[in-house]
């Protein structure tokens, strides 16, 4: 093939290879243009086949690429047990499902395991439908073949349905024996311990950017990959599968006796005692039933597998924001199209209207209109200029602009949201309990209940009565569907967190979906909650003679060493005027700063360092700087040669559409608590703005914990939404931590729940989103409990004393293989749920 002869995979080039854009041969080891993409390299015969292709890979593949479901180390999981975890695709230990890559990619594959359910579904029917007419023929439209014709239709049925239930049906099979714990797992399947189980704490516990995959590689983290092998080579060589009978247990039971008793009643009818036998004294065979049962299993099999497949829409649509390749722009400012992978931090970046952010940065030059509704959920696009920051996956408007890269790969936020979605969709919501418990006992009650039924027709049924005790035992394996059962929960937080990042809100597992609904109690942070983050100096006062520029440039001189948002508000305040320089500097804790500047003892900080340098606030001074805190700006006393010398007021605004989020929240029946380290006035002057219920002003990052748990201990449900490093405790104290998007990375890892937007009318969103999951989860949960309670009495013929009614074991095929399909389709109505 052509794609062969024009890449090698890590090993010595062949002897010639093809471009794959122009077609032409090509020497490997004399071109100097080639490139990666999918861990291939590719030669070509000019740059510019290089830059084409390398703007499009796809394209210039064509037929030549068929892209794979997943990368080669992939590490794929059960959508039923995420513990369950191997590299490479394969079948569930425990459910028998078939497992699905932890984290899809962005590549548009060519759906190769639907298609080829599809084909084998589509073949089966071809094969069941003469086996259909041949059995029910006499009895639907009287059509009897006279001797030997009906042997010899006799004979196209019994092969008909062996090669549909021998060989449609293998899968199913193969499933049902490894389920009873006698297969040996593949040694490229086992992970510590000899199973391929595992609990996936450690992986919980890692850290956002140790789990988070880049979207263009959608691959598991290099540690990661790196250990499986290890992990895999190390097991022991006779490691067995876990005992644990699932859906296809009993469907291999099912059609495995249906099957097996009508061959041998076919060859050696003379082996059956009457209780087999009809009224005419033949032995009847349910070839029909079997490859029916097969058929429509493989259907609903099909449907389930297609419907699932939707579930992972949202996350490959975060994947797919990400742009192939950047624009690079070199030093001498030539642009060049490079590998979205290549890109480094530090790099200068061009992005044309219209075309996606690459990664993470800020502009240099240029203005534009930024559309970042993917990520926030905003329809409203963002104006951009030199200094803003920029997403990678947003959408550039109308400008040009020129970035720089600042974050690449897994540090993206785009990789985080990935990430955490992911993880979020794997993991197990505290309702699952309840499937679990009744799904440990599922499969042995209903292969009793057969067993029951078969015993009560076999008793008490009409001739012929073992006939009857036969189809009743197959009608009660086949009708039953733990598969249903499973699904319930996962299926729902799958698609809402697909969801909740859609609209700007990420979970960090299911735990903290179900838990947003329960929430009674918010404490929120002030500064860069309610308010921007972003101080700014409102008011200087001189009190002691000095002018305003002076001491200005004093205070900044002070500021300038530190980061905290006022101390950066009062060097912005001072913009480019040149400051003294500062000696023996000094920062104290919780009070403020101090130094010599020209020879002379500056402090600039609260009322506790003034009292500490002893220099002295009389009340009128007392009394103006509570007449700037009730106007809720916090106030700095700077002090020279032991004088009070000014005040400073410095504030911070409040976020645009706080006040209407505080008005929304309080009607969802929330109560609002803000915590801030701020003055008592400054902070009730922000809580009177914006109605408040209650505040704790000038508490520690300790506090602020110490009130969230008073506040559980008062049997709140308190969620905690904040954005700094001293929020964290409290973030970890809450019922459910909510972090805003804006904030740090500390903030975030302390949470359950990460509002990238950074408003808080995210939580109204989060809230209502939980609601709806919770509710959903319950519907799936009733319509899997009543399906399985209702089915399997009717299947054992409970109407039959009643009505002379029995169900067929391939109307019992039809029900369970749409019970797992409603369910799906059930969660799938979250995509569209109004919020």
């Given amino acids: 093939m052509e794609y062969a002869a024009s890449c090698c995979h890590g090993g010595t080039p062949s002897a010639t290879a093809i471009d794959p854009v122009c077609g032409m041969t090509v020497d490997p080891h004399t071109t100097k243009h080639r490139a990666e993409h999918e861990g291939h390299t590719y030669y070509f015969c ?42 490479g695709p394969g079948d569930c ?27 084998r579904f589509w073949t089966l029917v071809v094969l069941t439908v003469p086996v259909l007419l041949v059995a029910m023929g006499p009895h639907l439209f009287g059509w009897h073949l006279p001797s030997p014709w009906d042997r010899v239709a006799g004979w196209i049925e019994a092969l008909l349905s062996s090669v549909v239930v021998l060989w449609g049906g293998a899968p199913f099979f193969r499933r049902g024996w490894n389920s009873l714990g006698l297969a040996p797992v593949p040694r490229a399947a086992r992970a510590g311990g000899g199973l391929a189980v595992e609990q996936g704490r450690a ?47 009993l469907i291999a039971l099912g ?32 070839f029909e039933s079997a490859a029916v049962i097969v058929t429509l299993v493989m259907l609903g099999d099909f449907l389930e597998l297609r419907a699932r497949r939707r579930t992972g829409e949202a996350l490959k649509a975060l994947l797919g924001l990400a742009p192939k390749t950047a624009h690079r ?66 959408v550039n408007q109308d400008g040009s602009v020129l970035m720089r890269a600042e974050k690449v790969g897994s540090e993206t936020v785009l990789s985080q949201i990935v990430a955490l979605v992911a993880a979020a969709q794997r993991s197990r919501a505290p309702l699952q309990r309840v499937a679990d418990q009744v799904a440990a006992w599922f499969v042995p009650a209903v292969v009793g209940s057969a067993v029951l039924a078969f015993a009560l027709w076999a008793w008490l049924g009409p001739d012929p009565k073992l006939a009857h005790a036969l189809i009743a035992a197959v009608s009660v394996l086949i009708i039953a569907c733990p598969c249903a059962l499973g699904l319930a929960t996962p299926i729902s937080i799958m698609v809402a967190s697909g969801r909740g990042a859609h609209l700007g809100v990420l979970f960090k597992d299911a735990g903290s979906i179900e838990a947003m609904r329960d929430i009674d109690t918010l404490v929120v942070d002030k500064t860069g909650t309610l308010t921007e983050g972003r101080p700014t100096l409102r008011e200087l006062l001189p009190l002691g003679g000095r002018s305003h520029g002076t001491l200005l440039r004093f205070a900044a001189a002070l500021e300038a060493p530190s980061e905290h948002p006022l101390a950066r508000a009062i060097v912005q305040a001072a913009g480019a005027r040149a400051l003294p320089s500062v000696e023996d500097f000094r ?18 900080g609260n009322a506790a360092m003034m009292r500490a340098l002893s220099v002295e606030l009389d009340a009128d001074t007392a009394a103006r700087a509570d ?8 106030v700095m006393y700077l002090a020279m040669d032991g004088a009070l010398a000014a005040l400073l007021a410095v504030a911070d605004r409040l976020k645009d559409g706080a006040a209407d989020a505080i008005r929304r929240l309080h009607a969802d029946g929330l109560r609002l608590v803000m915590l801030t380290g701020d003055h008592a006035l400054s902070a009730q002057a922000v809580a009177r703005e914006l109605g408040i219920d209650e505040v704790h002003a000038e508490v520690s990052p300790a506090d602020k914990a110490d009130v969230v748990q008073s506040l559980k201990k008062d049997g709140r449900r308190v969620a905690m939404a904040g954005d700094g490093i001293n929020d964290a405790p409290a973030l970890a104290a809450a019922d459910v931590g909510i972090a805003m998007g804006t904030g740090t990375d500390v903030a975030m890892e302390s949470a359950q729940v990460t509002l990238v937007k950074g408003d808080l009318a995210g939580i109204v969103r989060a809230r209502a989103l939980s609601r709806a999951t919770v509710r ?58 109004a919020l």
């Fill in 46 to 87: 000019s740059a510019r086949c290089r830059e084409k292709f390398v703007a499009d890979p796809a394209a210039c593949l064509g037929e030549r690429k068929s892209a794979p479901p997943a990368p080669a180390g992939a590490i794929y999981t059960c959508p039923m047990h995420p513990e369950v975890q191997q590299v």
């Fill in 93 to 119: 230990p425990k459910c028998g499902m078939a497992l699905e890559p932890m984290m899809p990619t962005a590549d548009e594959d060519d759906g190769g395991e639907l298609k080829a359910m599809a084909r």
């Fill in 203 to 249: 992986s919980e516990r890692m850290s956002i950017r140790d789990r988070a995959m880049t979207p263009h590689h959608g691959e598991a983290a290099p540690a990661r990959r790196a250990a499986e092998p290890r992990e895999a080579s190390a097991a022991p060589a006779r490691a067995h599968r876990p005992w644990s009978p699932n859906m296809y247990t």
């Fill in 255 to 286: 059609t495995g006796v249906a099957w097996g008793y009508s061959a041998v009643a076919f060859l050696a009818p003379g082996l059956f005692p009457a209780s087999f036998r009809g009224v005419h004294g033949q032995v009847a065979v349910y």
């Fill in 329 to 394: 722009v070199d030093a001498d400012g030539r642009e060049a199209d490079v590998p979205l992978d290549a890109v480094q931090p530090g790099d200068a970046l061009r992005v044309r209207p219209g075309e996606k952010v690459p990664v993470d940065g800020k502009v240099l030059e240029g203005e534009s209109h930024v559309d970042e509704s993917m990520l926030t959920g905003e329809p409203m696009p963002v104006a951009k200029a030199a200094g803003a920051p920029l997403t990678g996956g947003t």
């Fill in 587 to 604: 920062s104290v804790t919780g009070q403020g700063v101090q130094g010599l500047i020209d020879g002379q003892a500056v402090a600039l």
């Fill in 627 to 634: 007449a700037l805190r009730g106007d809720g700006a916090t």
């Fill in 776 to 833: 959903n989860i319950h519907q799936n949960l009733f319509f899997a409990f009543i399906y399985n309670a209702v089915g399997v009495p009717l299947a054992a013929g409970a109407l039959y004393p009643w009505l002379g009614w029995m169900l067929s074991p391939m109307i019992a095929a039809l029900a369970m293989s749409f019970s797992s399909v409603s369910v799906v389709s059930n969660a799938l109505r979250l995509r569209r749920v």
